[in-house]
């Protein structure tokens, strides 16, 4: 499977210059570029009071939803680079392992005259605790090519596709 940063494209400003080669950035900025093409309209394209196809209200509408959500993409690139500190990790590490530990000395304390039933009760939790802590390492990272994590080339093309089409109906370039 291919990587997703080949196919971004840099995001270029009104002169043609590269701003960035930022996958949320480019699409912001050809969203941009796309509001203003669609509030000014071209010759073929104005109605009767001079406006292009959004009117001015729609297109601030717009404009403030871009902002919007701009800033959340700002916050979501700060929580995907914020890591988890080492120290934190190596704590909870420390807490599963003593709780292994202790799990079958405090469940034989309950179930002295079970021993099948205290190893099954230990086994068990000690497989679900581990199994949880294999599951959040995995949603740490949710984007890869590995084959549990999220297909973020597939999320890629249809974001692209349903682009272009909003782009082919409206006949913006």
């Known amino acids: 499977m291919n990587s997703a940063r080949p196919r971004a494209r840099s995001a270029r400003d009104t002169h043609g210059g590269v701003i960035s080669t930022n996958l949320a950035l480019t699409a912001l900025v050809v969203l941009q570029q796309s509001l203003d093409a669609l509030h000014r309209g ?21 404009i403030g939803l871009v902002n919007a959500l701009s800033g959340h993409m700002t916050d979501l690139e700060r929580i995907r680079d914020t890591p988890i500190p080492l120290s934190v990790s190596r704590h909870f590490s420390r807490l599963l392992a003593i709780h292994t530990l202790l799990l079958p000395i405090v469940v034989a304390q309950r179930l002295y005259v079970q021993l099948p039933l205290c190893l099954a009760v230990t086994g068990v939790v000690t497989t679900m605790l581990y199994g949880v802590d294999s599951f959040a390492a995995t949603l740490a990272q949710p984007f890869g090519l590995d084959q549990q994590d999220l297909p973020l080339e597939k999320y890629v ?17």
Request: charged share 25%.
């Open 42 to 62: 071209s010759p073929s394209h104005r109605n009767g009071a001079g406006e292009g196809l959004l009117s001015s209200p729609v297109y601030a509408h717009s």
């Open 157 to 173: 093309a249809d974001a692209q596709r349903e682009w272009d089409e909003i782009r082919t109906a409206c006949n913006v370039d």
